[in-house]
């Protein structure tokens, strides 16, 4: 079985300042992780995906995440938000399954200020 | 590529009507599945396929709700009667079989509203 807490479902930071959005996993097997966004009046895009390769994933936008097996996490961070940042943003959990089906957490709403 | 297309993009009708959602997942991708999002629920997984066949449809909430994949192009989701407790965006999302690597690419979702 495999579940997604992200912590905090909204998050607000000023232009320019250090996004972090929190995810932490629970998983029977070697996870594959991933970070979707989802702008208003839109469909999920895939961010950046974690797949046992290097565990800091660097994603579009200027995003990148970290995956800390010891601390079952896969935090997402950007060093300077920008306006266009302001998103829902979902972190997701698969193992090996031959259908690839993904269990997601629940969202995080970023605001960005100016 | 075209990515997920999903149809209509909007859709409103009135309670008690059937209502089809469509979607053509990219080609070469074996598995489909259909998501509701709402304020309240949040993102739900209705139901998904790989390669064609139903593999788990307990996210359906009711039996008005059925969905079908003829084959590896195109998919339905359907609501007959429909509700007003039905109104949502409705996604649908492919990804190749392949274990779980690949995440998934979504469609841009069908607003329904049930009035």
């Known amino acids: 079985a495999q579940s997604v807490t992200q912590l905090g479902s909204h998050v607000s930071v000023s232009e320019g300042a250090l996004v972090l959005l929190r995810c932490n996993y629970s998983?029977?097997?070697?996870?594959?992780l991933f970070w979707y966004v989802q702008y208003p009046n839109q469909g999920l895009q895939l961010l950046l995906k974690?797949?046992?390769?290097?565990?800091l994933v660097k994603g579009i936008n200027g995003f990148e995440a970290e995956f800390k097996k010891s601390e079952t996490s896969f935090h997402l961070t950007k060093p300077s938000a920008h306006m266009s940042d302001a998103a829902e943003y979902f972190c997701?959990?698969?193992?090996?399954?031959?259908?690839?089906?993904?269990?997601f957490g629940d969202g995080t709403t970023l605001t960005v200020k100016p | 590529d075209a990515g997920v297309i999903q149809s209509p993009r909007h859709e409103v009708t009135e309670m008690g009507q059937e209502v089809t959602l469509r979607c053509k997942p990219i080609?070469?991708?074996?598995?489909l599945f259909w998501y509701r999002q709402t304020m309240m629920r949040g993102l739900e997984l209705l139901i998904y396929?790989?390669?064609?066949?139903?593999?788990?449809d307990s996210g359906m909430p009711e039996d008005r709700f059925s969905a079908k994949m003829p084959n590896a192009s195109f998919s339905t989701l359907k609501i007959q009667p429909s509700e007003p407790r039905d109104s949502a965006v409705y996604f649908c999302?492919?990804?190749?079989?392949?274990?779980?690597?690949?995440?998934?690419?979504f469609g841009s979702g069908t607003r329904l509203t049930v009035v």
């Open positions: 396929f790989n390669n064609n066949v139903p593999i788990d």
């Open positions: 998983s029977s097997v070697p996870p594959y």
């Open positions: 080609s070469g991708h074996n598995s």
């Open positions: 997701a959990v698969s193992g090996y399954t031959n259908a690839g089906k993904s269990t």
């Open positions: 999302a492919s990804t190749p079989t392949g274990g779980g690597v690949y995440g998934y690419t």
């Open positions: 974690y797949t046992s390769a290097a565990t």
